[in-house]
């Protein structure tokens, strides 16, 4: 370096003499360095090709330097800079949950959490409810697995022997169904009279057109919209309990709606305060007038883009679920020999994704029948040839997908959204979709490891409604995921909980590496991960979480 001052020194006095001009001494300054503001030594990056990687250094809430050994940082870490031991743990990013409903799970989370799917336990767990909640006007819940009632479904007046004097509206486990009793229908004003919404079935009494008590798909919405709607402090509320629950389960962004504007504005206003810790990408409503989605276009782009809430997806519905038998099939139902009209037609479905994209804005499509996927490829394909965009338009779920289509999503850069959480529940897929869909099209389900070999962007997702601590862990999906897979890598899996979900965003923000430049959002996980995860999924793994360069425990034991 002395050499180099010296050189740079004579050079400089060469050239003022053949200018035969006056100049001042040069000043020569040393490259700026970024003071560090955190370091974490004694970690291991699980990362094959940066395995040497055991110190990581944080300015303000990127990183800026990774290093072998802890001495190489040491006295460069200078007050206020804070050192952290690592214990020994793993280093990855933060996981990234790609498809989730905090907010709604949020305004769940005061009311019942049912487990059971047997009639009298779900009654029993009411009743004990309403007694110990004597002053809430309305009983809330979810949880109830739809599946098991196939055969016969329950009604209001199961629901009215539990409690009939305060409004019972309980949400089923996939949120897309829901059970009442007398007193929540007669709040809505549903009756004989009122018809079925467009995408869903308001549920019959036998032999009458009376309400039975089961609201199908848009059904329930419907009903869930005509009773009270929260006001704005329990929206902000259920926004920051979700919140809380996914970044404790070490979820550092998420990604998930549909919500409204309403919701939206509010997520915004709450960012505002700081109070937004997590990465939060919203959807909003795909099928909506133009007046409505030009103000949630002005709204999302004055979000400014270092918010950490940003609207990043337009979400809409081509189908239901197969439980209730509104998937959209190719084939007929194996127990009903019928099939179903999709809840968009193709024309629709065209012109509604190349909206949402000539505004700039991926679409997320709910999609889980073989025909609704096709349909889904179909509008993606026509967007594309017409925009010649580079957007990653997704298909939500990918449950069930035609042989012949498996190849349009790596050649169209359609990205695969899969909850893999739902691998674990065998007994689901034995009992439940072999009566529904046969045995040939059960085994061709869940095809994300073709998608992956066949070059598709995979990515992984939990699809919670509620803030159940297990089935929101990132650590079961992974074990899920290992268990079908024995191809795919412990490495792979993670990406698909990290790396891709973030590159796939709109606004391309540096998340979902451990890279310098890029976002310190991640997590040290306990020395034993690599090796136990299969056998205790549930296990608490997270040693430490860092949030823009910030530990996000209180109960913080710095080094100095």
Same mark, same amino acid.
């Given at each position: 370096?002395?050499?180099?001052?010296? *050189?740079?020194?004579?050079?400089?006095? /060469?050239?003022?003499?053949?200018?035969?001009?006056?100049?001042? !001494?040069?000043? &020569? #300054? @040393?490259?700026?360095?970024?003071?560090?503001?955190?370091?974490?030594?004694?970690?291991?990056?699980?990362?094959?090709?940066?395995?040497?990687?055991?110190?990581?250094?944080?300015?303000?809430?990127?990183?800026?330097?990774?290093?072998?050994?802890?001495?190489?940082?040491?006295?460069?870490?200078?007050?206020?800079?804070?050192?952290?031991?690592?214990?020994?743990?793993?280093?990855?990013?933060?996981?990234?949950?790609?498809?989730?409903?905090?907010?709604?799970?949020?305004?769940?989370?005061?009311?019942?959490?049912?487990?059971?799917?047997?009639?009298?336990?779900?009654?029993?767990?009411?009743?004990? *409810?309403?007694?110990?909640?004597?002053? /809430?006007?309305?009983?809330?819940?979810?949880?109830?697995?739809? !599946?098991?009632? &196939? #055969? @016969?479904?329950?009604?209001?007046?199961?629901?009215?022997?539990?409690?009939?004097?305060?409004?019972?509206?309980?949400?089923d486990a996939g949120g897309h169904n829901a059970w009442a009793n007398s007193a929540a229908i007669e709040l809505a004003?549903?009756?004989?009279?009122?018809?079925?919404?467009?995408?869903?079935?308001?549920?019959?009494?036998?032999?009458?057109?009376?309400?039975?008590?089961?609201?199908?798909?848009?059904?329930?919405?419907?009903?869930?919209?005509?009773?009270?709607?929260?006001?704005?402090?329990?929206?902000?509320?259920?926004?920051?309990?979700?919140?809380?629950?996914?970044?404790?389960?070490? *979820?550092?962004?998420?990604?998930?709606?549909?919500?409204?504007?309403?919701?939206?504005?509010?997520?915004?206003?709450?960012?505002?305060?700081?109070?937004?810790?997590?990465?939060?990408?919203?959807?909003?409503?795909?099928?909506?007038?133009?007046?409505?989605?030009?103000?949630?276009?002005?709204?999302?782009?004055?979000?400014?883009?270092?918010?950490?809430?940003?609207?990043?997806?337009?979400?809409?519905?081509?189908?239901?679920?197969?439980?209730?038998?509104?998937?959209?099939?190719?084939?007929?139902?194996?127990?009903?020999?019928?099939?179903?009209?999709?809840?968009?037609?193709?024309?629709?479905?065209?012109?509604?994704?190349?909206?949402?994209?000539?505004?700039?804005?991926?679409?997320?499509?709910?999609?889980?029948?073989?025909?609704?996927?096709?349909?889904?490829?179909?509008?993606y394909e026509y967007t594309r040839k017409k925009l010649k965009h580079k957007l990653f338009n997704r298909v939500e779920?990918?449950?069930?997908?035609?042989?012949?289509?498996?190849?349009?999503?790596?050649?169209l850069d359609i990205v695969a959204s899969v909850q893999p959480n739902l691998l674990c529940d065998k007994d689901r897929?034995?009992?439940?979709?072999?009566?529904?869909?046969?045995?040939?099209?059960?085994?061709?389900?869940?095809?994300?490891?073709?998608?992956?070999?066949?070059?598709?962007?995979?990515?992984?997702?939990?699809?919670?409604?509620?803030?159940?601590?297990?089935?929101?862990?990132?650590?079961?999906?992974?074990?899920?995921?290992?268990?079908?897979?024995?191809?795919?890598?412990?490495?792979?899996?993670?990406?698909?909980?990290?790396?891709?979900?973030?590159?796939?965003?709109?606004?391309?923000?540096?998340?979902?590496?451990?890279?310098?430049?890029?976002?310190?959002?991640?997590?040290?996980?306990?020395?034993?991960?690599?090796?136990?995860?299969?056998?205790?999924?549930?296990?608490?793994?997270?040693?430490?979480?860092?949030?823009?360069?910030?530990?996000?425990?209180?109960?913080?034991?710095?080094?100095?």
């Amino acid at each position: 370096m002395k050499n180099y001052y010296n *050189f740079s020194s004579k050079l400089f006095l /060469l050239f003022c003499s053949f200018q035969l001009i006056s100049c001042k !001494s040069p000043t &020569l #300054r @040393r490259p700026k360095v970024m003071p560090y503001s955190l370091v974490i030594y004694n970690v291991n990056l699980f990362d094959s090709k940066k395995s040497e990687v055991h110190v990581i250094a944080i300015s303000g809430a990127t990183i800026v330097k990774l290093a072998s050994r802890g001495n190489e940082l040491d006295d460069e870490c200078h007050k206020p800079c804070k050192l952290l031991d690592g214990r020994g743990g793993i280093l990855i990013s933060g996981f990234h949950d790609s498809h989730v409903h905090l907010a709604a799970a949020g305004l769940l989370s005061d009311g019942i959490t049912l487990h059971s799917s047997d009639v009298p336990t779900i009654l029993n767990a009411v009743r004990q *409810f309403a007694r110990a909640h004597p002053h /809430l006007p309305m009983i809330r819940g979810q949880g109830w697995a739809f !599946s098991k009632f &196939l #055969r @016969r479904l329950p009604s209001r007046f199961d629901l009215d022997s539990a409690e009939s004097e305060r409004p019972v509206i309980l949400q089923d486990a996939g949120g897309h169904n829901a059970w009442a009793n007398s007193a929540a229908i007669e709040l809505a004003q549903i009756d004989e009279t009122t018809r079925d919404p467009p995408g869903g079935e308001i549920r019959r009494l036998p032999r009458s057109k009376e309400p039975s008590g089961i609201f199908l798909e848009s059904a329930a919405r419907f009903m869930k919209n005509r009773l009270a709607p929260p006001n704005r402090q329990e929206i902000e509320t259920a926004i920051l309990s979700g919140q809380q629950a996914s970044l404790m389960a070490g *979820f550092t962004s998420s990604q998930g709606g549909p919500v409204s504007l309403e919701v939206a504005r509010i997520y915004a206003d709450l960012d505002r305060q700081g109070m937004i810790k997590q990465k939060t990408s919203l959807w909003l409503d795909l099928n909506v007038p133009q007046s409505y989605f030009t103000q949630v276009v002005t709204f999302a782009k004055q979000l400014p883009p270092s918010g950490h809430v940003q609207v990043t997806a337009f979400k809409g519905f081509v189908d239901g679920g197969f439980n209730t038998h509104t998937g959209a099939l190719i084939r007929p139902y194996a127990d009903s020999k019928k099939t179903v009209a999709p809840l968009l037609g193709q024309e629709q479905l065209n012109s509604l994704v190349l909206r949402a994209n000539e505004a700039g804005f991926p679409v997320a499509l709910h999609a889980l029948g073989d025909q609704a996927v096709h349909l889904a490829l179909n509008a993606y394909e026509y967007t594309r040839k017409k925009l010649k965009h580079k957007l990653f338009n997704r298909v939500e779920h990918a449950l069930l997908i035609d042989s012949s289509d498996l190849p349009r999503f790596s050649s169209l850069d359609i990205v695969a959204s899969v909850q893999p959480n739902l691998l674990c529940d065998k007994d689901r897929r034995r009992n439940t979709f072999v009566s529904l869909l046969g045995e040939r099209r059960t085994a061709e389900m869940f095809p994300w490891q073709k998608l992956i070999g066949l070059g598709a962007k995979v990515i992984f997702g939990t699809d919670q409604m509620s803030l159940d601590s297990k089935a929101m862990s990132p650590f079961l999906g992974l074990k899920c995921a290992a268990e079908q897979s024995q191809a795919q890598p412990l490495s792979t899996l993670l990406e698909n909980y990290t790396v891709v979900p973030a590159e796939i965003l709109p606004n391309a923000r540096r998340l979902g590496r451990i890279e310098i430049g890029y976002v310190a959002d991640f997590l040290i996980l306990r020395s034993d991960f690599a090796q136990d995860f299969l056998t205790f999924p549930t296990k608490d793994w997270i040693q430490v979480r860092i949030i823009d360069g910030n530990q996000y425990e209180p109960e913080i034991n710095w080094k100095r």
